[in-house]
């Protein structure tokens, strides 16, 4: 089974309480004059308390247009995404050049070549590691990452392989647009990276020899302490599902001034709809239930995704604190929230040994994502 290895989150320097951020959408998204009552309302029942932005909070009012906001994207990417992935790599105890596959997910910028081409050299990857930039995923994509991931080191099972997120939602929120899903953008979501470091069953723990073939190095040099040895768990099964006649729910619509949100009210009604089925189906698959999950680490979609989930799985008090925390202090960071959970999850949280976890991640199609993880 793969291992998880090492997980890292990390975030941009410029760190504000949520009344500082209503205060900015309402200068960005409503007409001057404006009532803020429906503003303040969304802001204060996303029950997120700070949140971490790309720049600092005065710069916002000046960044206009799609070509500066993807500027600001792919600088602050690049450098956010190195600190972070080195991080892991060094939690991990793995030599940068020991990675056999990177992979990078985003659905907040585009840039061509890729930030994980960027970072490359700065981390001093391998010239011939392989290269897999993801984007329209959204906030499924920590989950289907982690997924392709475990794809990956099942064929290759003696490799290293790093999903890297960076995800700058601040970013995206549209200038003049007071619809409610900008607004709702605008009390949500928040900015930051995750990075993961997992490694395949057949990896020795110290690195050394691996059989030669297929074009791959026949050897990967020693980087400290192996990435076996260390207190993560085991992804044991994957699975997705993609909801039909649903792709209204969530997504992007292109404009010239950038990303405008779809975000559809009807986001708690399918997870209700289809969430339990899901869940079940999957884990009967493998002779549990869900009382049997010790850990749920679940993507924090928002206080009404999160009650549904919560209400549609019966589960126990508590289950999703580390989802509820992980909101409160970062808001919704998109792909990477589900990753700053399971870091958490590892480091505050650990179940016993041999307990399971389910880890569940929702985003645009309207689908799901569940990793079903071993401790």
């Known amino acids: 089974m793969t291992r998880i290895a090492a997980v890292r989150a990390s975030f941009p320097p410029n760190r504000y309480p949520q009344a500082e951020l209503t205060d900015m959408a309402a200068r960005i998204c409503l007409p001057e004059g404006a009532d803020r009552g429906v503003l303040e309302r969304l802001h204060h029942s996303a029950r997120v308390e700070f949140r971490n932005l790309a720049l600092p909070i005065e710069r916002y009012d000046k960044l206009d247009g799609f070509g500066a906001a993807n500027e600001v994207f792919v600088s602050t990417a690049v450098e956010l995404g190195t600190e972070t992935v080195g991080a892991a790599l060094r939690a991990a105890g793995v030599a940068p050049d020991e990675v056999d596959l990177i992979m990078f997910t985003s659905v907040t910028g585009v840039a061509a070549p890729s930030v994980d081409a960027r970072i490359a050299g700065r981390l001093g990857l391998r010239p011939d590691v392989k290269r897999v930039p993801v984007f329209g995923l959204g906030c499924v994509a920590g989950a289907a990452g982690l ?178 925390r992980s909101l409160a202090a970062n808001g919704n960071l998109s792909s990477s929230s589900v990753l700053n959970v399971l870091a958490d999850t590892i480091a505050l949280r650990p179940p016993e040994p041999g307990a399971h976890g389910l880890l569940i991640a929702m985003g645009p199609g309207f689908c799901s994502e569940l990793v079903l993880l071993r401790w």
């Open 147 to 324: 997924a392709r991931l475990h794809d990956y080191l099942r064929g290759w099972p003696d490799h290293v392989a790093v999903l890297l997120s960076v995800e700058l939602c601040s970013l995206t929120v549209q200038r003049g647009d007071a619809s409610p899903a900008n607004l709702v953008a605008s009390a949500l979501f928040g900015d930051g990276a995750a990075a993961v470091v997992a490694v395949g069953g057949e990896r020795p723990a110290g690195g050394g020899e691996r059989p030669a073939g297929g074009g791959e190095r026949s050897a990967a040099p020693g980087g400290g302490e192996g990435p076996a040895n260390g207190g993560g768990p085991r992804v044991v099964a994957t699975r997705g599902h993609l909801y039909p006649g649903s792709e209204h729910v969530m997504g992007w619509q292109v404009r010239d001034t950038g990303f405008g949100v779809l975000l559809d009210a009807s986001v708690p009604d399918v997870v209700r709809r289809y969430l339990a089925d899901d869940v079940h189906g999957f884990l009967a698959d493998h002779g549990l239930t869900p009382r049997d999950v010790a850990a749920w680490v679940c993507h924090p979609g928002g206080p009404k995704v999160l009650e549904a989930v919560a209400e549609t799985l019966d589960l126990p008090p508590g289950a999703l604190d580390l989802t509820w």
